[in-house]
């Protein structure tokens, strides 16, 4: 049997019969991949820590009739940061799912790959969970082609003001004027302004930006409805991130 080699992150896994499980792989090179670790539910199995998910490795896959196999797997980064505080694992969680929700079998999207290897080591430290969380959304939107538009009303195109409507259908925000029209979620004094900001940032804060509690909520609920829009789901892991 045929095997290749692929570094991924597992997203998911569901278990399968007794011993095994199936996992839902993020691929670097190849995208999403299903694929089933044999044994992995073994109580001495060395497939059973390295194929939960978050964790980062380099994977020997064999070619099968109807589903690939793992037959090897080294891990590169476990995140073991993750799995000891709640808020950190429920924000790695969500944004494992957010990235799952976007991605197709057999297509690689190697910068997305990139940004989510790179957050979920970050939030194994950062003080700033939320809003690294809401950093790693914008980005994540903006790596896959759906960058919210927040220079101008993408209605009528004037000037937002500092208290403007946010509407995920049409992509970005919406003036005064055009906000009650079309029935635009409202976004907070405050909201815009953290929301572009962290357009720009190439990475995460690093601490040193201050958000109130209320502006966060506003604008990751804003991001939360442009990523429904899109994927056309909803996430699993929204209802438990809310309560961090």
């Not at 199995?45 to 020997?60: D, I, M, T």
Request: glycine share 8%; hydrophobic share 45%.
């Amino acid at each position: 049997m045929s095997t290749y080699l692929t570094q991924a992150i597992t997203l998911k896994t569901h278990a399968v019969g007794e011993y095994d499980k199936l996992l839902v792989l993020f691929s670097r090179e190849l995208g999403l991949r299903r694929v089933m670790a044999k044994g992995a539910r073994r109580p001495r199995s060395k497939l059973g820590g390295r194929s939960e998910p978050l964790c980062h490795n380099l994977w020997e896959l064999a070619h099968g009739r109807r589903m690939d196999v793992v037959a090897h797997c080294e891990t590169r980064n476990g995140f073991r940061g993750l799995r000891t505080d709640f808020d950190r694992l429920m924000a790695a969680m969500y944004v494992a799912e957010a990235t799952g929700a976007f991605i197709d079998e057999l297509q690689p999207y190697p910068e997305v790959f990139d940004a989510l290897a790179a957050i979920l080591g970050i939030l194994e430290t950062t003080d700033a969970i939320e809003l690294t969380v809401l950093w790693f959304e914008l980005r994540l939107l903006d790596l896959l082609g759906y960058r919210p538009e927040f220079d101008s009303c993408v209605h009528c195109e004037a000037e937002l003001g500092s208290a403007c409507g946010f509407h995920p259908d049409l992509g970005g925000g919406l003036c005064d004027a055009c906000s009650p029209m079309l029935r635009a979620m409202r976004l907070m004094p405050g909201t815009l302004s953290v929301i572009r900001l962290l357009q720009r940032l190439e990475s995460p804060p690093d601490g040193g930006m201050s958000v109130t509690p209320g502006l966060l909520a506003n604008a990751r609920a804003a991001m939360r409805d442009a990523i429904a829009c899109r994927t056309e789901i909803r996430l699993k892991t929204v209802d438990l991130l809310s309560r961090l």
